[in-house]
T-cell receptor, first 114, second 115 residues
Framework: GDSVTQMEGPVTLSEEAFLTINCTYT??????LFWYVQYPGEGLQLLLK?????DKGSNKGFEATYRKETTSFHLEKGSVQVSDSAVYFC?????????????FGKGTRLSVIA | EAGVTQFPSHSVIEKGQTVTLRCDPI?????LYWYRRVMGKEIKFLLH????????ESGMPNNRFLAERTGGTYSTLKVQPAELEDSGVYFC?????????????FGPGTRLTVL
């Protein structure tokens, strides 16, 4: 079945450091790809998405590019802030339709220190 | 507009006890999903309601778990009797019937600890 593999955490960075969180996937076809973020005490929020190969999703300074050739969707940010401390989940919808449960990676906890 | 809410936020129970988790979806969202994240592992799908009907319950781990959505509004997830391995964070999500795969809105989760 479809699956998502995410780099293990936790990741601890200093403010203004460069962030990469790796995500690779196994899927039938070419599903949309998502990054969700969970800030402390809150629910998961969709951070960014890409719907087809070579698409780049971006939001709040984060970016991820849908790489079909490497089946990857790595999350990057050039300069992290303390407020980016959260748990990040890579995810995909197996059937790429509206009414389908999502498949998630294990999550990567990011801590940014001032 | 109110988001997805879940109650309680935390629950600590003894093995063998019963716990009921509640999820209130966004008003008008016909799809309701339950997921669970066991410590350090993936968020895994448990089941999916469309209105009051169970569309897919393939992720329910065993018959100690019972989910209901009477009237197609809020949903409850009962664990009876609870076991140690049921500990984790239970998330609920809702989406509109005609929404795309990126329209699931998640609640903050219920952290369940079984001692």
């Amino acid at each position: 079945g479809d699956s998502v593999t995410q780099m293990e955490g936790p990741v601890t960075l200093s403010e203004e450091a460069f962030l990469t969180i790796n995500c690779t996937y196994t899927a039938t076809g070419y599903p949309s790809l998502f990054w969700y973020v969970q800030y402390p005490g809150e629910g998961l929020q969709l951070l960014l998405k890409a719907t087809k190969a070579d698409d780049k999703g971006s939001n709040k300074g984060f970016e991820a590019t849908y790489r079909k050739e490497t089946t990857s969707f790595h999350l990057e940010k050039g300069s992290v802030q303390v407020s980016d401390s959260a748990v990040y989940f890579c995810a995909l919808p197996p059937l790429n339709s509206g009414n389908t449960p999502l498949v998630f990676g294990k999550g990567t906890r990011l801590s940014v220190i001032a | 507009e109110a988001g997805v809410t879940q109650f309680p936020s935390h629950s600590v129970i003894e093995k063998g006890q019963t716990v009921t988790l509640r999820c209130d979806p966004i008003s008008g969202h016909d799809n309701l999903y339950w997921y669970r994240r066991v410590m350090g592992k993936e968020i895994k799908f448990l089941l999916h309601f469309v209105k009051e009907s169970k569309q897919d319950e393939s992720g329910m781990p065993n018959n100690r778990f019972l989910a209901e959505r009477t009237g197609g509004t809020y949903s409850t997830l009962k664990v009876q009797p609870a076991e140690l391995e049921d500990s984790g964070v239970y998330f609920c999500a809702s989406s509109p019937l005609a929404g795309g795969p990126d329209t699931q809105y998640f609640g903050p989760g219920t952290r369940l600890t079984v001692l």
